[in-house]
């Protein structure tokens, strides 16, 4: 048997890629433990977009509906020029031979996690408890022994295996020694959120857009009956000035100006890296998600990536528990995610940015007029898609051996 004693795994975080691996692993029968640090699952402005293959993934799991029922289903997406209103359209309709679902589903992440463990507390062998959060670990070559900060004090589990779904500061990794390589862009992030209909303002908006601008791009995101506004800030600028009531009016006030002060629901100032960890797996302890790897938000590819590890990941393990396959297959599921992600998701989301940021109008404008001509022939338009919405990515990651 490859889970010794049937000891749980214990998994490292309750954000989403920690529930779906849970999720799939407990339909499984195989049992585990989400030890989560947060005295809740939190409700915060984190992601929203669920490209193609990710729900296709999840379709087993029988959670993809209840997400499209309580979600937003968006057909297409834009790139446009924030000075002249121009826009390239791309049609996601055009992927319907090759997935499922060929739309993005917008629906914040903390909706996904609340179905998750409400299903997980139905289900025999899986628990999730909160107020705990992995400290340190001791592995051997029969399992892990978890140290566990809990509100009575420190306790120690044993484990199978331990899953590092903790997050970009992930203690797991921390504690396994393991480098996380890349960079910190300079500037922050701010994401606000407004119930205002930006759609009055821009002429044929779509509900996903990147918006191209010299003096301030920005990125407008519809969730429910939320837009969600996601802007640059200036490297230095304090976070209370970022996230005060003024600073978030003038620079919404730039999106659209409009007559009186806006609505601001949520915000979220947050820094902005590209770094992938130097290995995925060190003996029983494993890293998905953001404690494997993270990049810019530009294109929705982060918590994508990271659910797709997941199911990378417990596909295997179920391989492994049915005895069809041994520990060695962990290594294969190193290789084909942290590959796929330095080759594919870290250029990808960097040249995203770099196009949106562009200070030079006339290069600006040259991007633009491609990605038209590319969103003007289906062809074209199919494989570019193929790429941004990750199907490319994760047939990619299959082929590696």
Known sequence: MAFPGRNPII??????VGCAFALCMARNNIPVLVLEREVDLPEDLRASTWHPPTLDMLDPLDVTERLIDMGLVVPNYQYRDRQT????????GLLKDETNHPYRLQIEQF????????????VPGAEVRFEHGVSMFHQDEDGVDVVVDTPNGQKIIRASYLVACDGAASAVRIGAGIEYEGFTYPEKFLVASTPYSLENHFPGLAWVNYIADPKEWCVLLRCNNLWRVLLPTVPGDTDEKL????????????VADIDGDYEIGHRTLYNVHQRVASTYRVGRVLLAGDAAHINNPLGGMGMNGGVQDAINLAQKMIMMAAG??????LDLYDRQRRIICRRFVQEQ???????????????QKKHLEHMKEIAGDPIAAKTF????????????????N
């Open 243 to 254: 996230l005060s009531d003024d600073h978030i009016q003038e620079r919404l006030h730039y």
């Open 349 to 363: 989301t960097i040249k995203n940015k770099e196009a949106l940021e562009n200070p030079d109008l006339g290069e």
């Open 85 to 92: 209103n121009d826009y390239a359209d791309f049609d996601l």
């Open 324 to 329: 069809e396959a041994n520990e060695t297959i």
């Open 111 to 122: 909706r996904f996690t609340r179905i998750v463990c409400e299903i997980l507390r139905t």
């Open 385 to 400: 898609l193929m790429r941004t919405s990750m199907i490319d990515s994760v047939r990619e990651s299959f082929k590696i």
């Open 11 to 16: 998994i490292s975080g309750a954000g989403p």
